[in-house]
């Protein structure tokens, strides 16, 4: 069965520091994977997707994430954090196009000044 | 680029009301759209996934006969939250599947989701 866990429930940057999220998936071939991001009492805000290709994804708002298939890992990264950036980070993926996401349970982050 | 709609985007209802939630695609036609609870502080659980012109395929765990989908059109579907209670209080996202333009990948867009609150 396909699986998604981040690892870090909470993590806490300072503002101009880097970032790095961490997300692993289980499934047996090579998923979709996505990232999203949610304010509180919004909705889901996609920030990046791999489906193929070039194993680093570039995503709005400064953010990149890799695909590294020996680590099942989808690590989601952002060299600068802004205050903005503090939120709700979800890690998801797509077993077989067409089927509902599976969510890991995401890592909230705090910025501070 | 693809957008879903939900209507309504917050509800407050009493105890023992029925409440509707519409999940519209208003650019693309979704022959799927799939239903997501989210309670707080929580991440987004699957309750149930709705094919155009068939039933509903539930989650386990998640009572068909409470919540009740209906997939009438390729650009909406609704969830009725039957005979409500504080404990389905919870935020309500739908997603509809559209093909993609670039290589014929199937893409999911999110609606802005409904927060329920049954009193």
């Known amino acids: 069965a396909q699986s998604v866990t981040q690892p870090d429930i909470h993590i806490t940057v300072s503002e101009g520091a880097s970032l790095e999220l961490r997300c692993n998936y289980s499934y047996g071939a090579t998923p979709y994977l996505f990232w999203y991001v949610q304010s509180p009492g919004q909705g889901l805000q996609l920030l990046l997707k791999?489906?193929?290709?070039?194993?680093l994804v570039q995503g709005i708002k400064g953010f990149e994430a890799e695909f590294k298939r020996s680590q099942s890992s989808f690590n989601l990264r952002k060299p600068s954090v802004h205050w903005s950036d503090a939120a709700e980070y979800f890690c998801a993926v797509e077993g077989q196009a067409g089927t509902a996401l599976i969510f890991g349970k995401g890592t909230t982050l705090s910025v501070s000044s | 680029g693809a957008v879903v709609s939900q209507h309504p985007s917050w509800v407050i209802c009493k105890s023992g009301t029925s409440v509707k939630i519409e999940c519209r695609s208003l650019d693309f036609q979704a022959t799927t759209m799939f239903w997501y609870r989210q309670f707080p502080k929580q991440s987004l659980m699957l309750m149930a996934t709705s094919n155009e012109g068939s039933k509903a395929t539930y989650e386990q765990g998640v009572e068909k006969d409470k919540f009740l989908i209906n997939h009438a059109s390729l650009t909406l579907s609704t969830l009725t939250v039957t005979s409500a209670h504080p404990e389905d209080s919870s935020f309500y996202i739908c997603s509809a599947s559209s093909l993609a333009g670039t290589g014929g990948v199937v893409e999911q867009f999110f609606g802005p989701g409904t927060r329920l609150t049954v009193l």
């Open positions: 791999y489906f193929s290709g070039d194993t």
